[in-house]
């Protein structure tokens, strides 16, 4: 009975020293690695697709159109007042209006770099405080104005194709 609870005491303390390394070891890890800027601790805001139309010469020459992804700290959103999307879309209208020298036909003379620095940097100076980490972009596309017309014309080709081949098969099924 005595080697009974000598055995019993034995793994206890075993027990809870494996326990206690554990512990000391685990802390001591998670204390030396400081967290990685895109593993957590931001939130992520997404627009819905902004389509700003770019005027020269007094005439729509295109739509700039773009999805873009905000790096937020979720503190500093809480205290907004302005939605946040509302904020994004108009920085981006005010860019792409502030900037007429950007040419969208030119695709090498796109700087997305800057593009993505200016807005993230006048947001941060238009709120006052370092709200955006960083701005990903989603997508990005320029359609001019004949890439316009010649999808619409797409469009309504295919939809009189689609009635002709309509009309021809229920021409073509047999009356009961």
């Known amino acids: 009975m005595i080697k009974f609870i000598a055995a019993a005491l034995w793994i206890c303390a075993v027990t809870l020293g494996a326990v206690f390394y554990s512990f000391q070891a685990a802390s001591q890890r998670g204390a030396a690695e400081p967290p990685k800027p ?3 601790g931001l939130d992520y805001v ?7 139309p770019l005027l020269r010469d007094g ?3 295109g739509y700039f159109l773009t999805k873009l992804v905000y790096t937020i700290e979720p503190e500093q ?3 907004l007042s302005v939605p946040a999307q509302a904020l994004m879309t108009d920085q ?10 950007i040419d969208f036909t030119k695709k090498e003379s796109i700087d997305l ?8 940097d006048t947001i941060n100076t238009r709120i006052g405080v370092e709200l955006v980490h960083d701005v990903l972009i989603d997508q990005v596309n320029f359609l001019s104005k004949d890439d316009i017309r010649d999808n619409a014309l797409r469009r309504r080709r295919g939809a009189g194709e ?3 081949a309509m009309t021809k098969a229920f021409k073509a099924t047999p009356e009961h």
């Open 38 to 40: 895109m593993l957590g």
């Open 46 to 52: 997404k627009t819905d697709m902004i389509s700003v």
């Open 59 to 61: 005439t729509i020459d």
């Open 77 to 79: 959103m809480k205290k």
């Open 92 to 101: 981006v209208y005010s860019y792409l209006y502030s900037n007429p020298q």
């Open 113 to 120: 770099d800057a593009f993505r620095k200016s807005i993230r």
């Open 162 to 164: 689609t009635a002709a």
